[in-house]
């Protein structure tokens, strides 16, 4: 659209937009009659609880392993996609000039480009090509790699998924070449895509129903700011020392996901259903009494 169509790096965010749009009209629609009421009633907590909910969610471990790991797992597709965005674009901004570089990098947003272009001496379209291989990756893992994690488990499914994603990204890092860093850029999305929502499955597993909301809130809006502090700090590191640098910066953030998620299957598996429905009977026989 943008190096072959002519359009302006603009133009990408009318399609955002309008994406946008129907996500909230779709998900208004949705949710309109879920209100604060109903969800007070379908999650009751334990008699003689006297904080909130997140500050109690706080206070679990469970809670703060999820927060690291989507920390962690922000940062690292961040850093596959656009760590050298910010950091080429705010040099250009410093210094009153835009380069080629700095276009393209801030035009299609990805250091697989800037890495596809310098490295395998690949064109910008190409590269751009292989970045969209990864986010379509990334769709299809998480439409039908949640079939394999059914069978399989979620917590030996990550663990799978972990050890592929580091196989596929030393093949991308160590083989010099071009069809195979493609291919290899395409096929991380698929075992990186699953890897939020399968956390996500897991941490309300391994806790009660009240505290869904809170810990996946806290979770989801503290591990989210890793996707725009990892790559802001992995492009200085690469402007300075160059875009080989990375490869094994992202590796390293791969074996970082690999143990927190290792340290979430020690944790202490409470039996949080049995529990949500023994607060619920409760809930309905106070509900009696008071009729």
């Known amino acids: ?18 994406v946008s749009a129907v996500e ?6 949705t949710f309109w009659a879920q209100t604060g009421a109903i969800y ?5 907590r334990e008699a003689g609880a006297t904080t909130g909910r997140t500050r109690e969610a706080l206070k679990n471990r469970v809670t703060w392993i999820f927060a690291l790991f989507i920390f962690v797992y922000c940062g690292m597709e961040g850093n596959v996609i656009q760590s050298l965005h910010s950091c080429f674009f705010i040099t ?42 990864f986010w379509g990756g990334m769709t299809v893992g998480r439409l039908f790699l949640p079939f394999l994690t059914t069978r ?23 083989v010099p070449n071009l069809v195979v860093s493609a291919v290899s850029a395409a096929i991380l999305g698929v075992f990186i895509g699953p890897m939020f929502p399968t956390a996500i499955v897991v941490t309300t ?3 009660p129903r009240c ?44 074996i970082v996901l690999t ?24 809930t309905r026989n106070d509900d009696q009494v008071e009729a």
């Not at 007070?40 to 009751?44: I, R, T, V």
């Not at 502090?229 to 590191?237: E, K, L, N, R």
């Not at 143990?259 to 409760?282: C, H, Y």
Request: contains cysteine; glycine residues 12%.
């Open 211 to 254: 505290l869904h909301v809170g810990t996946i809130g806290f979770g989801t809006s503290f591990g989210g700011s890793g996707g725009a502090i990892f790559p802001f700090i992995v492009g200085a590191i690469a402007q300075a020392k160059g875009v080989r640098t990375l490869q094994p910066i992202i590796l390293s953030l791969c």
């Open 40 to 44: 007070l009633a379908e999650n009751p």
């Open 152 to 174: 399989v488990g979620e917590l030996k499914s990550m663990i799978l998924y972990l050890c592929l994603t580091i196989i596929f990204e030393l093949i991308f890092w160590l």
């Open 205 to 207: 597993k391994l806790l």
């Open 92 to 133: 250009s901004l410093f210094t009153g000039q835009l380069t080629d570089a700095s276009m393209y990098i801030v035009s299609l947003g990805g250091w697989i480009v800037v890495f596809m272009t310098r490295v395998r001496n690949a064109s910008s379209f190409v590269g751009g090509v292989a970045a969209t291989g």
């Open 1 to 18: 659209m943008i190096t072959k169509g002519g359009l302006g790096w603009y133009a990408f965010y009318y399609i955002m937009v309008g």
């Open 259 to 282: 143990v927190l998620w290792i340290l979430l299957l020690r944790t202490p598996q409470k039996n949080s259903q049995e529990k949500d429905l023994k607060m619920a009977d409760e």
């Open 24 to 29: 909230f009209f779709s998900s208004l629609f």
